[in-house]
């Protein structure tokens, strides 16, 4: 029988948390239902959930300081919901540290997909070759593991794939097109803030000065391409 994922839900709207609730629990998930940022965390202290489901606009500490400390601390996948397709709201929410988004009203089968989808992500898996040298950087496939100046890298499941898919061409040119289709999920029609905010968080890892990229190249009018050539 499959194990399906534990959801926390952080949403102050008790309609919108209920009904999520309702319909992510028929789907076999088991969810954890909070009204606060402050609720969320605590639960998280005590709970293992497999994905957060986070309301950007919360009382108290909103969704986006939420997705920061959640971020912070490691590599769990969040899904933020916000009330509109607002750029700006997108943009900082992704720059925080969310994996993706679903825009209100929240459909329960599309977040059923999203939820599907962020966690195939973090169960990237890699063919079994020696370690990558890059400058810096070495990237072990096999393992998973990133390191800079002999330093672990905390790369959260998208950030690792998206740096996977890159390097594993060097010099390669990739559209964002490309991009969402294998690093987000194959024949995804997202959009490609989800790679532009990425590639800004992978950069603030990876890169000696995110503002003069080594690493992670953008081509303008293309797409992205990994370095150094």
């Known amino acids: 029988m499959e194990v399906m ?3 926390l839900l952080i949403e102050d709207d008790e309609a919108v948390r209920e009904g999520l609730s309702l319909a992510l629990t028929y789907q076999g998930h088991t969810v954890d239902a909070v009204r606060t940022g402050e609720e969320g965390l605590e639960l998280l202290m005590s709970v293992a959930p ?21 971020r912070a601390s490691g590599d ?9 397709n607002d750029d700006i709201d997108v943009v900082a929410g992704l720059e925080a540290g969310a994996d993706d988004y679903v825009a209100k009203p929240a459909q329960a089968r599309v977040l059923e997909a999203r939820i599907r989808a962020v966690l195939r992500r973090s169960s990237v898996s890699a063919p079994e070759v020696v370690a990558e040298r ?13 390191t800079r100046l002999g330093r672990p890298v905390s790369l959260a499941p998208t950030e690792l794939r998206l740096l996977l898919e890159l390097s594993s061409s060097p ?31 992978l950069r603030s890892k990876i890169e000696n000065d995110p503002a003069a990229p080594v690493y992670i190249q953008t ?4 797409g992205y391409r990994f370095g150094p050539l």
């Open 134 to 146: 890059y400058g810096d950087l070495t990237i072990d496939r096999d393992g998973l593991v990133v």
């Open 219 to 222: 081509v303008r009018g293309f």
């Open 171 to 201: 010099g390669r040119v990739m559209s964002r097109q490309q991009l969402l289709e294998s690093v987000w999920d194959q024949g995804y029609l997202g959009d490609s803030r989800l790679v532009d905010a990425c590639v800004q968080r």
């Open 50 to 70: 497999d994905v957060v489901v986070l309301d950007l606009m919360l009382p108290g500490v909103d969704g986006f300081e939420v997705c920061r400390r959640i």
């Open 5 to 7: 994922p534990r959801v």
């Open 76 to 84: 769990l996948p969040i899904i933020m919901l916000t009330a509109r």
